[in-house]
């Protein structure tokens, strides 16, 4: 583990930063969240109906960014209210990424570039897991893959459009958009001997156990078996076997 990322309004964000303050080695950057999570900006407003809380659909919220000047400002508002908080932390900003890779949304991948380079936001995620790449790697689920592919291929080239004019540097592919929450121990020695050259993301929830309640990961997801997958010495082993170089934000940046 290299990297992780802060959701600067969750519950348990005071803890985390407390750990990542004891972990000089870890990079660390700001997990943006539109929907799904609670609100970082105080009050009512487009893209959160309660006051407190981001709303539940990511159709609704991008919709309502896309067409509307009140759902604009409202989610500006939001990610000023996030790049606030993180900033507040003391901890050097070392990438950006998204609940549920909200960051590929046009919209707010511009607000977070204008708000973030400010800051020193010199990396962000491009969560895009090319097809042949993924099932290479995985071996199995290919219509699944395909579809996520085609599906988000238009995002990432509009996201390595406005990365490369803002000057951010960015990742070359990722891996875990279709096996979120189960990615274990094949997949990631799989992943170590069909790793191409550049830059790869891995995206990991790993955990000692799941947990319920509002804003709770999806209650199938594995996370014991991702941090058990995570602490391998079968994936260790992997890893200098094929010659491949861990490294954090920074070192692209």
Not at 41 to 48: I, L, Q
Not at 106 to 121: N, S, T, V, Y
Not at 155 to 180: H, P, T, W
Request: aromatic share 6%; charged share 20%; proline share 6%.
């Amino acid at each position: 583990l290299t990297c992780a990322s802060l959701v600067v309004a969750g519950d348990a964000a005071e803890d985390a930063v407390r750990r990542a303050r004891r972990l000089p080695g870890l990079g660390v950057g700001l997990h943006l969240t539109i929907y799904g999570a609670r609100a970082a900006a105080p009050g009512k407003s487009a893209v959160s109906p309660d006051g407190a809380n981001l709303g539940y659909t990511p159709v609704a919220t991008g919709i309502a960014m896309m067409l509307t000047p009140s759902g604009r400002k409202a989610a500006k508002r939001e990610v000023a209210a996030q790049f606030e908080a993180y900033r507040k932390t003391g901890l050097p900003l070392g990438h950006l990424d998204g609940h549920w890779h909200c960051h590929q949304h046009p919209a707010l991948l511009a607000m977070a570039i204008e708000l973030g380079k400010p800051l020193g936001l010199k990396a962000v995620r491009l969560a895009y897991e090319p097809f042949g790449f993924s099932r290479r790697v995985a071996g199995d689920r290919s219509l699944a893959r395909l579809l996520n592919a085609i599906s988000h291929w238009p995002l990432s080239l509009e996201m390595r459009r406005q990365l490369r004019k803002a000057g951010i540097a960015c990742n070359d592919r990722f891996f875990g958009k279709v096996d979120d929450g189960f990615i274990d121990e094949r997949l990631l020695t799989g992943l170590a001997a069909h790793l191409p050259g550049g830059v790869t993301e891995i995206g990991l929830h790993p955990a000692t156990e799941t947990w319920s309640g509002e804003h709770a990961p999806p209650p199938h997801w594995r996370q014991a078996v991702e941090l058990a997958a995570l602490t391998s010495p079968t994936v260790r082993e992997a890893i200098a076997d094929n010659g491949i170089e861990l490294c954090r934000w920074s070192d692209i940046a």
